[in-house]
């Protein structure tokens, strides 16, 4: 029997060191190994040196594979044909310098894509006709004739799959075909993820991309309006969080809110339903804190997903906030046009609540207060029914309104806080015994407005409506 696979103790007709190295493995640590026509078992005793947690090698030689068990107990050879593969799925499957012995060539191609896990990879190692057409060319070898395939052939076997040309493999003498390797895994559909803010042109895009290759185009939007009105194969408890506070203005808020409830793989399996688990693009804006959890529940349904992403084009867009707090800003200016100029400030502290919400259970109040000394606050606190709260939170915010109107040399005397305060749920829970306090005791009065939205009665005059009112923001 000749020698075919090379060792440091028996030279073969293979340079099967080099084959090694031009297969590509990849990292085969703790997985299922298979080589198909092993030989004398070079490539399953690398398997097992590399950390494969299996094996396995078949050949109908006898003889080949008496060896193989000799040369590597740790791994299990069966003396057997191709006809009859073992049991998968294997992670890595090798095909090498065997192909064109097969009777039905496309055929075992397919055989040993269906042997393996999901993920897995099949190395096929093959000689390639030169040639342009799509055809099997039968070859004089010198010892025998065989087809091989050319790359047109191959593209065709191969169709359906993904796979790539890793590049040439080592020659051995006399071969009148080039050799090659190729790596051959299932197609995963894809997943387009169009996931940028609003007014990034997703919609343009996609539709101008996806439906002309066949591809739907699935509106992460129009699925959450469905939700929210109760749409079938949703469970209660994502109907509920998407309905909560609906708006189909605030979709982005409705994506948060699935996510932060741990429904996001529910709302992805939603939208891959859509395109019945084929590739599909999905236009939907997503907080990108989220990306990931959309690509991990993506992954976890067979997808492979592919995030687009692009500069918008045009002026920046400004957070809602930030447009809003501007606009304000703005608009009290407006009011102090040609008002009276103040006195210059007294050398006390000074200043406004001119903003009080509930965000959830945290109450935000934003205002402006100066010391003494002008300078900007550093703190304030609040008082409810006799008792003090310190700030969770407290920011320094620019007043260009108070400035103007108070002809002042600086603008930072406004602030944002923070404040939990338990057992208020309302606005309207605060009333008259809320206190917003400066660290010297100083009280901060509330504008009047504020003052009447937490339910301070006019009828009991309070600190708060006894306290002289604002215009534009400042004392009058
Ligand atoms: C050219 S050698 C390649 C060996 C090894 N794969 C390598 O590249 O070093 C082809 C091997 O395929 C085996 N073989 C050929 N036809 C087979 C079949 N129908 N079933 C199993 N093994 C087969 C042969 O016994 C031989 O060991």
Redesign the pocket.
């Known amino acids: 029997m000749a020698q ?2 090379s060792f440091p103790d028996a030279t073969g007709d ?1 340079r ?1 060191l080099e ?1 090694l190295k031009a297969l590509k493995l990849p990292d085969l640590a703790g997985r299922d190994f298979l ?5 004398e078992g ?2 399953c005793g690398f398997a097992k040196f590399a950390g494969a947690q299996r094996s396995v090698g ?4 006898a003889a ?1 594979i008496a060896r193989a068990r000799q040369r590597f107990p740790a791994c299990d050879f069966l003396e ?4 009859r593969l073992p049991e998968g799925p294997f992670d890595v499957v090798l095909l ?3 192909l064109h ?2 009777d039905d060539q496309a055929a075992l191609v397919h055989r040993l894509v269906d042997l393996l896990a999901p993920d897995g990879l099949l190395i096929l ?1 093959l000689g390639i006709v030169s040639a342009p057409e799509n055809a099997w060319i039968e070859v004089e070898r010198g010892i025998d004739r065989r087809s091989f395939p050319t790359m047109e052939k191959l593209r065709e076997v191969l169709d359906g799959y993904a796979w790539k040309w890793m590049g040439k493999s080592v020659s051995q003498d006399g071969d009148p075909v080039a050799r090659h390797v190729v790596h051959v895994s299932r197609r995963r559909p894809l997943a387009y993820l169009l996931m940028q803010p609003p007014a990034y042109g997703k919609t343009t895009i996609s539709g101008e991309l996806f439906p002309a290759a066949g591809i739907p185009v699935v509106s992460g939007d129009r699925v959450i309006a469905d939700i929210a009105r109760g749409m079938a194969g949703a469970s209660r408890s994502l109907v509920e969080v998407v309905s909560r506070r609906y708006s189909p203005f605030r979709i982005d808020e409705a994506v948060r809110r699935v996510f932060d409830a741990g429904a996001g793989p529910e709302l992805v399996r939603l939208w891959a339903n859509e395109a019945g688990g084929r590739d599909f693009a999905l236009d939907a804006y997503i907080p990108p804190e989220q990306h990931g959890q959309v690509e991990t529940a993506l992954v976890g349904l067979g997808y492979l997903p592919v995030q687009l992403s692009w500069n918008r084009a045009g002026p920046v867009l400004l957070p809602a906030e930030k447009i809003e707090e501007c606009a304000d800003a703005f608009y009290r200016t407006m009011g102090m046009e040609g008002a009276p100029r103040p006195a210059p400030p007294r050398p006390a502290t000074r200043g406004f609540v001119d903003r009080v919400a509930l965000e959830g259970d945290v109450l935000r109040i934003r205002g402006w207060v100066f010391d003494a000394a002008a300078g900007p606050p550093s703190a304030v606190a609040v008082k409810f029914r006799g008792q003090r709260y310190e700030m969770d939170t407290f920011e320094a915010q620019s007043r260009p309104d108070v400035q103007k109107y108070l002809d002042l040399g600086h603008a930072d005397f406004g602030f944002s806080a923070t404040v939990r305060i338990p057992g208020v749920a309302r606005l309207e829970d605060l009333g008259s015994e809320f206190e917003v306090i400066m660290p010297g005791g100083w009280r901060v009065p509330l504008a009047k407005a504020v003052a009447a939205r937490i339910g301070c009665h006019p009828c009991r005059p309070c600190f708060h409506c006894r306290a002289p009112q604002i215009a534009g923001g400042v004392w009058r």
Do not use: L
């Open positions: 075919y696979q293979s099967t084959k080589d198909v026509g092993c030989n070079f490539f078949i050949d109908r030689s080949f057997r044909d191709w006809n090498a310098s065997a012995y097969a190692e």
